[in-house]
Protein backbone atom coordinates (compact mmCIF):
# COMPACT_ATOMS: atom_id res chain seq x y z
CA UNK A 1 0.00 0.00 0.00
CA UNK A 2 1.12 3.39 -0.62
CA UNK A 3 -1.06 5.49 1.77
CA UNK A 4 -2.10 8.75 0.92
CA UNK A 5 -0.09 10.26 -1.99
CA UNK A 6 0.04 13.64 -2.98
CA UNK A 7 1.60 15.72 -5.97
CA UNK A 8 3.90 18.38 -6.12
CA UNK A 9 5.56 18.05 -2.92
CA UNK A 10 6.86 21.58 -3.50
CA UNK A 11 5.53 24.67 -5.58
CA UNK A 12 5.79 28.17 -6.19
CA UNK A 13 3.18 29.84 -7.75
CA UNK A 14 2.68 33.55 -9.33
CA UNK A 15 -0.27 35.54 -7.68
CA UNK A 16 -3.33 35.03 -10.26
CA UNK A 17 -1.99 31.68 -11.15
CA UNK A 18 -4.46 28.54 -10.77
CA UNK A 19 -2.93 25.15 -10.03
CA UNK A 20 -4.35 21.56 -8.99
CA UNK A 21 -2.96 19.81 -5.97
CA UNK A 22 -3.42 16.20 -6.62
CA UNK A 23 -3.98 13.30 -3.89
CA UNK A 24 -4.96 9.71 -3.95
CA UNK A 25 -5.48 6.89 -1.77
CA UNK A 26 -5.57 3.41 -2.16
CA UNK A 27 -6.82 1.93 1.22
CA UNK A 28 -10.66 2.09 -0.63
CA UNK A 29 -11.39 4.92 2.08
CA UNK A 30 -14.80 6.95 1.88
CA UNK A 31 -13.64 9.53 3.42
CA UNK A 32 -11.26 12.35 2.33
CA UNK A 33 -10.39 15.67 3.44
CA UNK A 34 -7.81 19.00 3.17
CA UNK A 35 -6.24 21.18 5.42
CA UNK A 36 -3.85 24.00 5.73
CA UNK A 37 -1.74 24.30 8.07
CA UNK A 38 -0.23 27.47 8.82
CA UNK A 39 2.67 28.75 11.72
CA UNK A 40 0.44 28.88 14.79
CA UNK A 41 -2.94 28.07 13.54
CA UNK A 42 -2.85 24.49 13.71
CA UNK A 43 -4.98 22.53 11.19
CA UNK A 44 -7.96 23.87 9.63
CA UNK A 45 -10.06 21.95 6.99
CA UNK A 46 -10.66 23.23 3.62
CA UNK A 47 -13.14 20.89 2.04
CA UNK A 48 -13.95 17.18 2.39
CA UNK A 49 -15.62 13.92 0.92
CA UNK A 50 -17.80 11.44 2.60
CA UNK A 51 -17.89 9.50 -0.87
CA UNK A 52 -17.61 9.75 -4.80
CA UNK A 53 -19.85 12.54 -6.24
CA UNK A 54 -19.85 14.01 -2.90
CA UNK A 55 -18.39 16.98 -1.21
CA UNK A 56 -18.97 19.62 1.01
CA UNK A 57 -16.90 22.74 2.93
CA UNK A 58 -15.13 22.93 5.60
CA UNK A 59 -13.87 26.11 7.79
CA UNK A 60 -11.66 27.76 5.37
CA UNK A 61 -13.21 27.15 1.70
CA UNK A 62 -13.33 30.01 0.04
CA UNK A 63 -10.67 30.07 -2.82
CA UNK A 64 -10.24 26.65 -3.44
CA UNK A 65 -12.64 23.94 -5.46
CA UNK A 66 -12.44 20.21 -4.99
CA UNK A 67 -14.29 17.47 -6.81
CA UNK A 68 -14.66 13.40 -6.02
CA UNK A 69 -14.84 11.75 -9.44
CA UNK A 70 -13.26 8.20 -8.04
CA UNK A 71 -13.02 6.81 -4.46
CA UNK A 72 -9.01 7.10 -4.49
CA UNK A 73 -8.78 10.45 -6.03
CA UNK A 74 -9.83 13.81 -4.47
CA UNK A 75 -7.83 16.71 -6.14
CA UNK A 76 -7.61 20.31 -5.02
CA UNK A 77 -7.68 23.15 -7.12
CA UNK A 78 -6.75 26.65 -6.19
CA UNK A 79 -8.81 28.91 -8.66
CA UNK A 80 -6.72 32.36 -8.57
CA UNK A 81 -3.53 32.22 -6.36
CA UNK A 82 -3.33 34.93 -3.58
CA UNK A 83 -0.49 35.33 -0.83
CA UNK A 84 -2.58 34.48 1.72
CA UNK A 85 -2.52 31.20 0.74
CA UNK A 86 0.92 30.41 1.31
CA UNK A 87 1.09 27.17 3.42
CA UNK A 88 1.68 23.75 4.13
CA UNK A 89 -1.32 21.40 2.67
CA UNK A 90 -2.39 18.06 3.96
CA UNK A 91 -4.43 15.32 2.22
CA UNK A 92 -5.94 12.37 4.60
CA UNK A 93 -8.40 9.62 4.39
CA UNK A 94 -10.24 7.51 6.52
CA UNK A 95 -13.02 4.92 6.78
CA UNK A 96 -16.26 6.57 7.67
CA UNK A 97 -17.05 6.78 11.42
CA UNK A 98 -15.98 8.18 14.46
CA UNK A 99 -13.72 5.48 15.60
CA UNK A 100 -11.03 5.76 12.82
CA UNK A 101 -8.11 7.36 12.59
CA UNK A 102 -7.47 9.54 9.79
CA UNK A 103 -4.41 9.09 7.32
CA UNK A 104 -2.34 11.83 5.52
CA UNK A 105 -0.45 12.66 2.77
CA UNK A 106 3.20 13.98 3.38
CA UNK A 107 1.63 17.62 2.16
CA UNK A 108 2.36 19.95 -0.10
CA UNK A 109 4.19 23.47 0.73
CA UNK A 110 2.94 26.12 -1.68
CA UNK A 111 4.09 29.65 -2.03
CA UNK A 112 2.33 32.06 -3.58
CA UNK A 113 4.54 35.37 -4.68
CA UNK B 1 -19.66 22.83 18.34
CA UNK B 2 -16.93 20.87 19.32
CA UNK B 3 -13.33 22.06 20.55
CA UNK B 4 -10.09 20.67 21.77
CA UNK B 5 -7.75 22.88 23.76
CA UNK B 6 -3.98 21.81 24.34
CA UNK B 7 -1.73 22.66 26.62
CA UNK B 8 0.44 25.12 24.81
CA UNK B 9 3.65 24.99 23.87
CA UNK B 10 6.27 24.61 22.92
CA UNK B 11 7.87 22.30 25.25
CA UNK B 12 11.59 21.59 25.84
CA UNK B 13 12.57 18.70 28.22
CA UNK B 14 16.00 16.45 28.72
CA UNK B 15 15.90 13.01 27.84
CA UNK B 16 14.42 10.90 30.11
CA UNK B 17 12.33 13.51 31.52
CA UNK B 18 8.81 12.53 32.44
CA UNK B 19 6.19 14.16 29.95
CA UNK B 20 2.75 15.73 30.23
CA UNK B 21 0.94 17.09 27.49
CA UNK B 22 -2.52 18.75 28.84
CA UNK B 23 -5.83 17.91 26.32
CA UNK B 24 -9.75 18.49 27.30
CA UNK B 25 -12.30 18.72 25.09
CA UNK B 26 -15.92 19.13 24.47
CA UNK B 27 -18.30 17.67 21.81
CA UNK B 28 -21.67 17.60 20.86
CA UNK B 29 -22.13 13.88 20.47
CA UNK B 30 -19.84 10.40 22.28
CA UNK B 31 -16.21 11.43 20.81
CA UNK B 32 -13.70 8.98 19.77
CA UNK B 33 -9.82 10.47 21.05
CA UNK B 34 -6.60 10.34 19.24
CA UNK B 35 -3.08 11.93 19.29
CA UNK B 36 -1.79 12.26 16.24
CA UNK B 37 2.41 13.35 15.98
CA UNK B 38 4.29 15.41 13.30
CA UNK B 39 7.80 14.49 12.72
CA UNK B 40 9.56 17.52 10.47
CA UNK B 41 8.81 17.93 7.41
CA UNK B 42 6.61 15.08 7.36
CA UNK B 43 2.15 14.77 8.11
CA UNK B 44 0.32 13.57 10.90
CA UNK B 45 0.29 9.94 11.74
CA UNK B 46 -1.39 8.50 14.16
CA UNK B 47 -0.56 7.96 17.57
CA UNK B 48 -2.85 6.41 19.76
CA UNK B 49 -6.33 6.19 20.22
CA UNK B 50 -9.15 5.74 22.63
CA UNK B 51 -12.99 5.14 21.84
CA UNK B 52 -14.84 5.27 24.25
CA UNK B 53 -14.77 6.36 28.30
CA UNK B 54 -11.71 4.70 30.56
CA UNK B 55 -10.17 3.20 27.47
CA UNK B 56 -6.01 3.51 27.64
CA UNK B 57 -4.41 4.19 24.23
CA UNK B 58 -0.67 3.14 24.07
CA UNK B 59 2.00 3.43 21.96
CA UNK B 60 5.96 3.76 21.74
CA UNK B 61 5.92 4.21 25.44
CA UNK B 62 3.10 7.19 25.12
CA UNK B 63 -0.19 6.31 26.91
CA UNK B 64 -3.34 8.30 27.33
CA UNK B 65 -6.22 7.62 29.31
CA UNK B 66 -10.04 8.53 28.15
CA UNK B 67 -11.70 10.88 30.76
CA UNK B 68 -15.08 11.49 30.26
CA UNK B 69 -15.93 12.94 34.06
CA UNK B 70 -13.25 15.55 33.24
CA UNK B 71 -13.27 15.65 29.42
CA UNK B 72 -9.04 15.09 29.07
CA UNK B 73 -7.74 12.64 26.92
CA UNK B 74 -3.64 13.89 29.02
CA UNK B 75 -0.55 12.23 26.53
CA UNK B 76 2.43 10.98 28.92
CA UNK B 77 5.38 9.35 28.64
CA UNK B 78 7.83 8.04 31.68
CA UNK B 79 10.92 8.83 29.93
CA UNK B 80 11.87 10.84 27.07
CA UNK B 81 13.92 10.51 24.26
CA UNK B 82 15.74 13.49 21.43
CA UNK B 83 13.86 10.98 18.33
CA UNK B 84 10.17 11.78 20.94
CA UNK B 85 10.79 15.98 19.35
CA UNK B 86 7.83 16.71 16.82
CA UNK B 87 4.79 18.09 17.19
CA UNK B 88 1.92 16.71 19.09
CA UNK B 89 -2.01 17.20 18.08
CA UNK B 90 -4.59 16.12 20.19
CA UNK B 91 -7.90 15.37 18.58
CA UNK B 92 -11.50 14.31 18.88
CA UNK B 93 -13.96 12.65 15.99
CA UNK B 94 -17.88 12.23 16.88
CA UNK B 95 -19.46 8.99 15.85
CA UNK B 96 -23.03 9.78 13.54
CA UNK B 97 -22.26 13.92 13.49
CA UNK B 98 -20.86 16.74 11.48
CA UNK B 99 -20.14 13.49 8.70
CA UNK B 100 -17.52 12.66 11.08
CA UNK B 101 -14.92 15.53 10.89
CA UNK B 102 -11.93 15.64 12.72
CA UNK B 103 -11.50 18.49 15.28
CA UNK B 104 -8.04 19.21 15.97
CA UNK B 105 -6.01 21.25 19.03
CA UNK B 106 -3.64 23.36 18.18
CA UNK B 107 -0.80 21.01 18.49
CA UNK B 108 2.26 21.30 21.02
CA UNK B 109 5.79 21.59 19.98
CA UNK B 110 8.00 19.21 22.07
CA UNK B 111 11.71 19.77 22.00
CA UNK B 112 14.21 16.84 24.04
CA UNK B 113 17.13 18.07 24.32
CA UNK B 114 20.35 15.40 25.12
Known amino acids: NAGVTQTPKFQVLKTGQSMTLQCAQD?????MSWYRQDPGMGLRLIHY???????DQGEVPNGYNVSRSTTEDFPLRLLSAAPSQTSVYFC????????????FGPGTRLTVT | GDSVTQMEGPVTLSEEAFLTINCTYT??????LFWYVQYPGEGLQLLLK?????DKGSNKGFEATYRKETTSFHLEKGSVQVSDSAVYFC?????????????FGDGTTLTVKP
Open chain 1, 92 to 103: ASSFTGGSYEQY
Open chain 1, 27 to 31: MNHEY
Open chain 1, 49 to 55: SVGAGIT
Open chain 2, 27 to 32: ATGYPS
Open chain 2, 50 to 54: ATKAD
Open chain 2, 91 to 103: ALRVVGTNAGKST
